[in-house]
């Protein structure tokens, strides 16, 4: 049994990346841009947003990011988009609403990447997932650790059922599989009252 880190986009994904840890860390879309710059490697990461391989990719690249050091795990259709790289895993995409327990039969996206890389973190049936960088807070000026448009990339109108949808996996996974979730950052999954129980 490990410990997964999941490493957000959030300012504060930073927080959770320490090059004495142990366990498995699963970067989440933009994340080996913050691995790269602080000296380490970003094993596996998953990718639920097509466009940080068609549009944003180049971010990669100008950073000096070779996604061929890490193991990518996608949603089954972004197959044309993936021929160059060598270590993919295509997940299936059950949707977007539900929440998987057996990330292997596929996993529900959920209205956020963090979402997916917590159904897929079940996988190393870990004693404990931490989230890092996973905040919905979506600071005017600072939702993302690397800069972005003003008013650019904030999914406001799901704002609310990525909390409510983070809150209820946290529980489910707690009662059903007995792995902690923990929320390391400051998040909203954290302090918002549950408007949907």
Request: hydrophobic content about 40%; aromatic content about 12%.
């Amino acid at each position: 049994m490990t410990i997964v880190r999941i490493i957000g986009n959030a300012p504060t994904a930073a927080d959770g990346m320490d090059p004495k840890f142990k366990g498995v860390y699963l970067g989440v879309n933009s994340a080996p841009l913050l691995f790269k710059a602080r000296g380490m490697r970003c094993d596996h990461l998953w990718i639920q947003d097509w466009r940080f391989i068609d549009e944003k990719g180049h971010m990669f690249k100008e950073a000096g990011v070779d996604l061929n050091d890490s193991h990518l795990y996608v949603c089954s259709y972004f197959r044309r988009a993936l021929v160059p790289y060598k270590q993919v895993s295509f997940v299936r995409s059950l949707g977007r609403d539900g929440f998987s327990l057996h990330p292997d039969r596929g996993v529900f996206e959920g209205y956020s990447a963090a979402y997916g890389a917590l159904q897929l973190a079940l996988g190393w049936k870990p004693k404990r997932v931490e989230l890092y960088g996973v905040d919905f807070s979506y600071s005017l000026g600072a939702n993302r650790f690397y800069q972005t448009r003003v008013g650019w990339d904030l999914d406001l109108h799901v704002h609310e059922k990525q909390i409510i949808g983070m809150q209820k996996a946290k529980k489910l996974i707690e009662d059903k599989l007995g792995i902690e979730v923990a929320f390391m950052t400051d998040s909203l999954v954290n302090t918002l009252i549950p408007i949907d129980t």
